[in-house]
């Protein structure tokens, strides 16, 4: 689960990142389809489980 949370913590930086420089990431361009509140709305939730996954499972093995 920690490799899972790095993985969506990780893709949700770089979502957020990418629109900034009017680029775009392939893998979660269909969220632009929703209007701009609700893909930067599904970014920061991505971003956010992918947080809380990698906070809660870091220490166990």
Do not use: Q
């Not at 990780?10 to 990431?25: D, E, K, R, T």
């Amino acid at each position: 689960m920690k490799e899972l949370g790095l993985g969506l913590l990780l893709v949700g930086i770089v979502s957020m990142i990418l629109p900034l420089a009017n680029m775009n990431f392939m893998f979660l361009a269909w969220i632009n389809n929703w209007g701009p509140t609700t893909a930067w709305l599904i970014r920061g939730g991505i971003t956010l489980l992918g947080l809380v996954l990698w906070l809660a499972f870091r220490n166990r093995e």
